[in-house]
C-alpha cells in the first residue's frame, strides 16, 4: 500500500510538472451572463491510469470561435438604439477540451450559486427562496457526446443550451434534452445529403467509417438504414472506438485493419462520418500507403485547414464533403487583424502569453499555417471559418426569441423545429492547390432539405463513368444489377420477366395479363357499341311502335345501361400503364357507372312486375314506384355525388412505393381512401342485392323473354365477383391489384350484357318471329292455359 501512495503520489507530482496547459476560463460580468463552452484546447491526458487532467493541442481556429461570442456579445451591449434597453450582458466562457468530464465541471461552474439543482426536485406548491439563474443560455458545445452530457444538466434548472457544431440526431428528441437548441442541421439531413450525393453519382457500393460516440455512432446507423432502403451496396462499416487514439500500439493496429479493409474493398467511395482528430490519423496511413480513393467528408472535418495541409494530401485522391451553410460574420476578420490593438480578456493575455506577436520586420516572410509560434494578425485572420464561427455569431444574436420565431440575421433566415433550424449545407469539392501546397476547399454545389441536391453539370457526367472499384455499374435496357460473387460486386443480368431494367414496378401495357385485358375491353366495347346499334334501329325507327324486345329491356332505358357499360369498359384502361394524375380518375368513377346500370335494371324490373302482376295492392304499390327516369337519376345520383366528392377533394395521385429491388408505383391511397372506396363498393352492392331480390320474385310471371330470370343470374354473378374481390383489393400489395380491379369491372360488365342484353340482341338479329306482340300475346294465354286459368282474346 505504501508502494502504492509513493506511485501515486508521484504520477501526481509528474502530471503537474508535465507543462500541459490547463482548461482555461474567461469572465465578463453583467445582468445577463451568457456561458460559453469551447474544445480551445482538443485533446486531454487522459487514460486509464487515474491522477489531473491537462489539456494539449491548442487550436487558433477554436480561440478565435472564442472571440466570435465575445465579440456579438460586446456588438449587442453597444449597439445605438440598444438590443436591450437597461440590460448588460457579461459572457463565461469555458475551455472544455472536448473532454466529457471537463465539460460537465464547467457547466456546473456556470450554474454554481446561481440556483441549485435541488430547486428542481421541489414540488411546484413549495416556494423556494433560491435566486434564479443568472446565466440565461450558455452556447456551446462543439461535439454532440459533450453536447448530450451538459444538456442533461442544463434541463434541470432549465436553462437554454444552444450548440453552434453538435449535429447527433439524438440531440432533436425534446422530451429528453427539452432545452437544447442549435444553428447547425441535425445530422439527419446531412446523412439525407450524403445519400442524395451517391444517387446523384450513381455510385453503387460504398464503405461507412464512424465512430463510438453521439456523432459518429447515429450518424454511421442512418447511414446504413438509408442505404438498405435502396440499391446501394455497404461494403463495410468500421466504428472506431471513443479510445482509438489513446494507445499508440492499438492506433497502429487498428488502422492496418482499416487500410486493409479499404484495399480489399470494391467501395467507390469511403464515407467518414466521425471526429476530426481521428480522421487525421487515418489520412496519415492513407497517404503512407499512397491510397488513392474517392472520399466523402462529414461536417466535422470536410473544411479542415489542418488535413486540407497535410503533406501528401494530394496523393489521397478526390474529396467531396458537406458543410455548414456559410456566411461571414460581419466585421469580425477586420476586429481579427486588430484584435492586439488595446483589446483585452483574459484569452487574449493567455493566447499572447505562448504566441507573442510576430516581429514587424517587413523582409520576415512569415507562412502562414497552424503551427505557427507567434501570432501574425493577418495570418489569423486567414484562419477565420464562415461556418461554425457564424453559427455561434447566430446562437448570441438570437437568445430568447429562438423558440417561436421566424428571424432574419443579416441575410440569413432561420426557425426552428425540435430545436433544430431550418438551414441546409454546402457541397465541397478539395481540388488540387495552385501552389502545391495541400487541397484547395471550393463549394460546387448546395443542399437543402425542402429541395433536390444541386450539382453542376459538367461534374456530374464526369463521376457518373464507370469505376474501377465496381464490378459493373451501368447496365443495358432490359437488364439490371445482380450481387456477384462478393458482397458489393455486381453483375447485369437479364430483369425478370414483366419488370423494367430501371427497376420500376407497374402493370405494363405489353404484359401477358394486359394484354389479355385490353382484348377482353376491345371485346366489351364492340358488344356495348353493337347493343346500342341494336336498340337504336329498333326503337328510334319504329319510334310509333317500340319493338316489344326493346320494350321488354326496358325502352330507352335501355341506352342508359348500354352506356354505362360502355363507360365502364372504357374506364379500365386507366388501371393499366404507369399511374399518372389523369388515370387515377378511375378508381372514384367506376362505381358511377355500375350504379347507372343497377338503377337501369331495377326499372326494367319494375315495369315487368306492373305488366304481370294483377294483385291490386301490389299494382299500386309498383305503379308509384315505376318512373324510370326519376329511379335512374335518384339512384346513380347519390353514387355520382359520393364520387365527384371522392374525385374533387380526395382524388388518388401517383405514388411511389420503394423495396429493396424495386419501385412500385401505384395509385396511392389517401386517409379517405378506404372510406370511400368501402361506401362505393357497398352501396353498389346493395343496389345489386335488390335487384336481385325484385328479379327473384319475378320469375315466375310469363315473360316470353325471360327478362327476371336472365338479370338473377346476371345479379348472383355481380355480387359473387365483388364478394371475391373486396378482400382480394384490400389485402392484395403490388403491380397486379390494379389489374385484380380492371378484371372486377370487367367480369361484372360481361355478366350484365351476357346475361340481360345479348339474348335480346339474338331474338333482335335471329328470331325476328319473336320480336312482335302477337307472339307475347300467344305466350301469356299458354302460361296460363297450363295453369287452368282461360284467358280471352281481345275483340
Request: charged fraction near 20%; hydrophobic fraction near 40%; proline fraction near 4%.
Amino acid at each position: 500500500m505504501l508502494l502504492l501512495g509513493l506511485l501515486l503520489s508521484f504520477l501526481s507530482v509528474f502530471h503537474s510538472h508535465s507543462g500541459h496547459d490547463t482548461g482555461l476560463h474567461v469572465h465578463s460580468p453583467g445582468d445577463i451572463i451568457i456561458g460559453g463552452l469551447f474544445p480551445i484546447h482538443l485533446k486531454t491526458n487522459r487514460s486509464e491510469i487515474p491522477g489531473n487532467i491537462f489539456c494539449s493541442d491548442y487550436n487558433f481556429q477554436m480561440f478565435l470561435r472564442t472571440q466570435v461570442m465575445i465579440y456579438a456579445i460586446e456588438e449587442i451591449n453597444q449597439r445605438t438604439p440598444r438590443l436591450l434597453p437597461n440590460i448588460t450582458l457579461g459572457y463565461d466562457i469555458y475551455d472544455t477540451c472536448g473532454d466529457v468530464s471537463l465539460a460537465i465541471k464547467a457547466t456546473l461552474q456556470l450554474i454554481k450559486n446561481q440556483s441549485e439543482l435541488q430547486s428542481c426536485l421541489l414540488p411546484d406548491h413549495i416556494n423556494s427562496s433560491l435566486p434564479k439563474p443568472q446565466t440565461k443560455v450558455v452556447i456551446g458545445e462543439r461535439y454532440s457526446e459533450v453536447s448530450t452530457a451538459v444538456a442533461r444538466i442544463l434541463a434541470l434548472p432549465s436553462v437554454t443550451q444552444i450548440s453552434y457544431a453538435s449535429t447527433s440526431e439524438l440531440l432533436s428528441k425534446k422530451f429528453k434534452f427539452p432545452t437544447f437548441f442549435r444553428t447547425v442541421p441535425s445530422d439527419e439531413f446531412q446523412t439525407k445529403a450524403i445519400y442524395e450525393l451517391v444517387k446523384e453519382f450513381n455510385w453503387k457500393t460504398v464503405a461507412i467509417v464512424g465512430s463510438d460516440d453521439e456523432y459518429g455512432k447515429y450518424g454511421s446507423n442512418r447511414l446504413q438504414y438509408i442505404f438498405s432502403k435502396s440499391d446501394v451496396c455497404v461494403d463495410f462499416v468500421e466504428i472506431l472506438s471513443g479510445d482509438f487514439l489513446e494507445s499508440s500500439s492499438d492506433t497502429n493496429e487498428i488502422l492496418m485493419d482499416l487500410k486493409d479493409k479499404i484495399d480489399d474493398s470494391l467501395a467507390e467511395a469511403i464515407i467518414m462520418f466521425t471526429k476530426g482528430t481521428f480522421v487525421e490519423a487515418i489520412l496519415k496511413a492513407v497517404i503512407e500507403n499512397n491510397m488513392n480513393r474517392t472520399w466523402i467528408a462529414s461536417d466535422s472535418w470536410s473544411i479542415s485547414a489542418k488535413l486540407s495541409t497535410m503533406p501528401g494530401i494530394e496523393k489521397i485522391g478526390q474529396v467531396f464533403g458537406f458543410t455548414f451553410k456559410r456566411n461571414e460574420v460581419p466585421g469580425f476578420r477586420d476586429l481579427v487583424r486588430s484584435m492586439f490593438n488595446g483589446s483585452e480578456n483574459d484569452l487574449l493575455e493567455y493566447h499572447l502569453s505562448h504566441y507573442p506577436l510576430c516581429s514587424d520586420d517587413p523582409e520576415e516572410i512569415i507562412e502562414c499555417n497552424l503551427s505557427m509560434e507567434c501570432s501574425d494578425p493577418k495570418c489569423l485572420a486567414k484562419f477565420v471559418d464562415q461556418d461554425q464561427s457564424y453559427s455561434i455569431y447566430l446562437a448570441v444574436q438570437l437568445l430568447k426569441e429562438i423558440q417561436n420565431t421566424n428571424i432574419t440575421v443579416n441575410t440569413t433566415n432561420i426557425y426552428f423545429n425540435n430545436g433544430d433550424p431550418s438551414l441546409g449545407y454546402d457541397i465541397v469539392y478539395w481540388n488540387k492547390s495552385e501552389t502545391n501546397k495541400g487541397m484547395k476547399i471550393e463549394p460546387i454545389g448546395e443542399y437543402w432539405p425542402s429541395r433536390n441536391i444541386s450539382l453542376p453539370d459538367d461534374l456530374t457526367a464526369k463521376i457518373k463513368t464507370v469505376s474501377v472499384f465496381n464490378c459493373s455499374k451501368i447496365c443495358l435496357p432490359g437488364n439490371w444489377l445482380k450481387v456477384k460473387g462478393e458482397k458489393c460486386c455486381f453483375e447485369c443480368v437479364k430483369c425478370p420477366e414483366r419488370q423494367v431494367s430501371n427497376g420500376q414496378c407497374f402493370i405494363v401495357w405489353l404484359d401477358t395479363l394486359s394484354i389479355t385485358l385490353v382484348i377482353k375491353q376491345f371485346n366489351g366495347i364492340l358488344y356495348s357499341r353493337n347493343g346500342l346499334i341494336y336498340y337504336w334501329n329498333n326503337w328510334w325507327r319504329r319510334l310509333n311502335c317500340h319493338t316489344p324486345v326493346v320494350k321488354a329491356v326496358g325502352g330507352c332505358a335501355c341506352f342508359f345501361e348500354l352506356l354505362s357499360l360502355l363507360f365502364n369498359s372504357c374506364l379500365t384502361f386507366t388501371f393499366l400503364g404507369k399511374p399518372t394524375k389523369y388515370s387515377c380518375v378511375g378508381i372514384p368513377l367506376f362505381g358511377y357507372g355500375f350504379s347507372v346500370c343497377m338503377a337501369c335494371i331495377l326499372a326494367n324490373l319494375l315495369q315487368i312486375m306492373l305488366g304481370f302482376n294483377f294483385d291490386v295492392r301490389v299494382r299500386t304499390w309498383i305503379k308509384r314506384l315505376h318512373q324510370p327516369i326519376a329511379v335512374i337519376v335518384i339512384i346513380s345520383g347519390i353514387q355520382l355525388a359520393v364520387s365527384l366528392t371522392w374525385l374533387i377533394l380526395f382524388l388518388p395521385s401517383p405514388t411511389e412505393m420503394e423495396d429493396t429491388k424495386t419501385i412500385l408505383h401505384s395509385c396511392g391511397m389517401n386517409n379517405q381512401f378506404e372510406k370511400f372506396f368501402a361506401a362505393t363498393v357497398s352501396y353498389n352492392a346493395f343496389l345489386g342485392f335488390i335487384c336481385f331480390l325484385f328479379a327473384f320474385k319475378s320469375k315466375q310471371l310469363p315473360d316470353l323473354y325471360k327478362n327476371a330470370s336472365l338479370i338473377t343470374v346476371s345479379m348472383v354473378l355481380f355480387l359473387i365477383v365483388w364478394i371475391i374481390f373486396l378482400p382480394l383489393f384490400l389485402t392484395l400489395e403490388g403491380r397486379y391489384k390494379p389489374v385484380i380491379s380492371a378484371a372486377a369491372i370487367l367480369i361484372s360488365t360481361y355478366s350484365v350484357l351476357s346475361c340481360h342484353l345479348a339474348p335480346k340482341c339474338y331474338i333482335i338479329v335471329f328470331r325476328k318471329e319473336l320480336n312482335n306482340q302477337n307472339a307475347i300475346s300467344e305466350y301469356i294465354r299458354k302460361h296460363y292455359e297450363q295453369k287452368g286459368i282461360t284467358v280471352g282474346k281481345k275483340s
